[in-house]
């Protein structure tokens, strides 16, 4: 089944023209318990995403991600750019994520969380609010244009523009203080690039969810491309159990089905009218096919009414049809889990041992040294402190490495605000007598007063006169 991934019909042209002319797809609303996931879904990640940034914590927006600052604030923790690393381990679990759940349930990602997904099930909903259903969208679209048809595609489009330009508005507020924003905006004192941003972010969310909606799927992302590279016999997919319901037919829902040598499918082609992307999952297995189970959804409820066995069409794997035993545990699931929670518990390792700290010890380059009046030897550095904690912190600083050196610090008590950096020049003087080559090496430990356990050591480089 993985290795045979084909083309729709649809899509194809009927004239050997290289591309097929695009049809408008009309989804028909669907009800069942795989529907229902996908409302949650929409529910939560829509509802995160508009009504997360409204939030504060510890004084700041709860997400934000501070550019000019260079600041990433999310909930209770504050990154910086030399986090930089976390980003990465997040997304190398991303593409793990990904690779998981694909090879063990085929296209959840794409059928219940992707944003193109998500965001096309929200401006579809908003069209059979203000259009009607799919017959009468169909019956709308093929009538002349008429003051009723304006007022209706009128109030739809304006409602999708409003609707992508808060989503955009949205986007910008993650990155700018989105009350603050939001005053800009009613003030018309929004900055050029919070507009633009503003504009790009939704026009795309209405280009790409409120016209070119499954074409985003089927041409555009890689991911349907290369989905057959992750799947195997024992991978769950949706698919029509050809056996039960083939050869296809209409009947009544007293007849003898059998007797009229038909299967169970009465060739209702529910099943295509509810697909968003438009295909026959009858034809086999398609890589349009974004594995929202809306089909299976219809199917059951045509099966129940039908007083027919339920999933014609279900979640089941190329094993099952086959008649074999799907094996849920084997070499690549295996693999997958095991770095997935390798690498998870390192994160969360790294997170809960993170030092709020940072000492960032700059020599100074202009001289390698300079002899004091007193004879003694004196290297100039500047320390750049960090305090990536939420609390302002008093700290103390102790060299070592040298025998009887001494500190020379403009600013003895050394307060540092939250999540703000100072710079901290200082002078390091020794005895020559006690230099024995010409390069050593310092430790600087930097200790917060009121919170003993807030400690960083790292090392820095004393340059002396070369020893004869």
Wanted: proline share 4%.
């Amino acid at each position: 089944m993985a290795a045979d991934i084909t083309q729709s019909d649809n899509n194809q042209s009927n004239d050997g023209e290289l591309y097929a002319k695009h049809e408008k797809i009309y989804p028909r609303a669907v009800s069942g318990i795989f529907a229902t996931w996908r409302v949650i879904g929409v529910l939560v990640l829509l509802g995160g995403y508009y009504f997360v940034p409204w939030f504060n914590w510890d004084g700041h927006q709860a997400v934000l991600f501070d550019l000019p600052a260079r600041k990433f604030y999310i909930f209770g923790l504050t990154f910086w750019p030399q986090d930089f690393f976390y980003l990465a381990i997040l997304l190398i679990l991303a593409a793990l994520s990904l690779f998981f759940f694909t090879a063990l349930a085929g296209r959840l990602w794409c059928g219940y969380a992707c944003p193109q997904t998500v965001w096309t099930e929200a401006f579809l909903w908003i069209e059979r609010k203000i259009e009607g259903d799919r017959n009468k969208q169909m019956k709308l679209a093929k009538a002349p244009w008429s003051a009723r048809k304006l007022r209706i595609k009128g109030t739809k489009q304006f409602i999708w523009v409003a609707f992508s330009l808060w989503t955009g508005f949205t986007f910008v507020g993650y990155f700018t203080p989105i009350t603050e924003l939001w005053q800009s905006t009613i003030d018309i004192t929004l900055g050029p690039w919070e507009t633009f941003w503003v504009f790009f972010y939704g026009f795309a969310t209405y280009g790409n969810a409120g016209w070119m909606r499954e074409q985003v799927c089927i041409y555009m992302c890689p991911y349907a491309r290369f989905q057959s590279a992750m799947f195997d016999k024992n991978t769950l997919v949706i698919s029509y159990d050809q056996d039960r319901g083939e050869p296809r037919g209409s009947r009544k829902k007293t007849d003898d089905y059998q007797d009229k040598g038909l299967g169970e499918c009465i060739d209702c082609t529910l099943c295509v009218q509810v697909c968003p992307t438009g295909i026959d999952i009858r034809q086999g297995l398609q890589y349009e096919c974004i594995g929202c189970a809306a089909c299976i959804d219809v199917c059951n409820q045509v099966m129940e009414k039908m007083h027919y066995p339920k999933n014609l069409i279900c979640y089941t794997t190329e094993n099952a049809i086959e008649g074999n035993p799907t094996k849920i545990i084997r070499p690549r699931i295996v693999v997958y889990a095991i770095l997935l929670a390798a690498i998870t518990s390192a994160l969360i390792y790294a997170m809960l041992i993170r030092m709020p700290l940072e000492l960032d010890i700059i020599r100074d380059r202009n001289a390698l040294y300079r002899e004091t009046h007193e004879g003694l030897i004196e290297n100039i550095y500047n320390l750049k402190v960090v305090n990536m904690d939420t609390q302002p912190h008093r700290y103390s600083l102790k060299i070592t490495g040298i025998d009887q050196l001494k500190l020379i610090q403009r600013q003895k008590d050394i307060h540092v605000p939250a999540g703000q950096v100072i710079n901290l020049p200082i002078r390091v003087q020794v005895d020559p007598i006690n230099l024995d080559k010409a390069g050593s090496d310092l430790q600087f430990t930097l200790q917060a007063i009121d919170k003993p356990e807030l400690t960083v050591i790292e090392t820095g480089r004393f340059i002396g006169p070369l020893l004869r």
